[in-house]
């Protein structure tokens, strides 16, 4: 069977060093915010090209207190509203609500499966506070009509950066585009830990700080609570971790891009549309979505033959039981990328055999 994504041989590549590491904090007696958090966050910061990382317990808490520290700073307010595409994964929305905040939904271009640019201006209203991008799939969704309207009418603009580790725009990272990113390690991410973790990212060094706090309970200074804030904290075991394969990262983003070059150059099918890409730079492809009116079809299919794949995602947030108050709202992009999306294999250790196989498949599919 071709996996959809084959973890342990993820894992495998960099065992070495991982276990090292590992080695390191449990030899340490040293297991929560120490020398591991300190490095990866330095790490993470130089990388992303940003002034400050924070290490938390996993990417959808990166994005909750990056709401919650601006309503803590004043410069949001519970029933303010955030501009957020509406085929976002839900982890995005939840942060938005978690908050008291009101997410607006934008619907996104079909061709890119990013935020639609030019729909998000009519969507401000005196109570807008901040828009939410999402470089969904891989992709960079920022643009700069996007930071052009944000700074115009005075917004925050927030990256959910879970998705595309490593993408570049114009020689900037995502997750140093806007005013503040959230990110997630889980371990299926292109920067995936062995377990929960996440981080954000910012200049601004009292956004940092308040998340910081908000992170380890609200505390400000040992047994002094600033904020009612919650255990998040990223454990030094995965901070270790984390610091390997961010060494490795921008390597394994190439070899994702290889599958997906492959893909792209070779899968040719009347009955699927392949993912559009102007510019190599700004798609790290943590997921290779192709689009296909006969979605169910063509999944049942690769299975029958042996191919994984997983649709990114059956359900758009305003159809799910959580938000029964939008289930009756209309987003016809936004649903037909949910009925139509399936997501083929891609990694960095899928080997060229697989991924001949794959094109092979398809394209023999009738
Ligand atoms: C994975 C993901 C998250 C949440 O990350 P977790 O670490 O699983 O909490 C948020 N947003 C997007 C777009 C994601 O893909």
Not at 129 to 147: E, F, N, R, S
Not at 166 to 177: A, D, F, I, N
Not at 298 to 315: F, K, M, N, S, W
């Amino acid at each position: 069977m071709i996996k959809f994504l084959d973890l342990q041989k993820v894992t495998a590549k960099y065992s070495e060093e991982i276990r090292e590491a590992v080695r390191r904090v449990v030899d340490s007696g040293w297991y929560l915010q120490g020398e591991e958090n300190k490095r990866f966050e330095s790490d993470y910061a130089k990388y992303i090209g940003t002034r400050h990382a924070v290490g938390v317990a996993n990417g959808l808490d990166a994005l909750i207190w990056i709401f919650r520290a601006y309503v803590e700073l004043g410069v949001m307010k519970p029933g303010d509203e955030v501009i957020v595409p509406a085929n976002t994964y839900i982890a995005s929305i939840l942060a938005i609500t978690e908050n008291g905040l009101k997410p607006v939904l934008v619907e996104p271009k079909l061709d890119t499966y990013q935020i639609d640019d030019s729909l998000i201006e009519e969507a401000i209203t005196p109570r807008t506070k901040a828009v939410l991008i999402v470089h969904l799939y891989g992709q960079c969704a920022y643009t700069d009509k996007i930071g052009e309207l944000c700074k115009r009418h005075g917004l925050k603009l927030v990256e959910d950066n879970a998705q595309a580790h490593g993408c570049v725009y114009e020689g900037r990272k995502t997750g140093s585009l806007g005013d503040a990113a959230g990110h997630s390690f889980y371990p299926g991410k292109n920067l995936g830990a062995l377990g929960d973790a996440g981080a954000v990212t910012t200049d601004d060094e009292l956004l940092a700080e308040t998340v910081r706090a908000l992170a380890n309970y609200g505390s400000t200074k040992k047994y002094v609570f600033k904020y009612a804030g919650r255990n998040s904290r990223l454990d030094e075991i995965q901070a270790a971790i984390l610091d390997v394969k961010l060494r490795h990262l921008d390597e394994d983003v190439e070899l994702r891009k290889l599958v997906a070059r492959y893909y792209i150059e070779n899968i040719k099918h009347p009955d699927i549309v392949l993912p559009k890409v102007d510019n190599w730079e700004r798609h790290v492809f943590h997921i290779f979505p192709v689009r296909s009116g006969r979605r169910d079809e063509l999944q049942r299919y690769l299975t029958e033959r042996g191919v994984q794949t997983i649709i990114h995602y059956p359900i758009p947030p305003h159809k799910q039981e959580c938000y029964k108050e939008w289930n009756g709202l209309s987003f016809p992009v936004t649903e037909r990328i949910h009925a139509e999306e399936l997501s083929l294999p891609i990694s960095p250790v899928m080997t060229e055999v697989e991924v001949k196989e794959v094109v092979e498949i398809i394209n023999a599919w009738d």
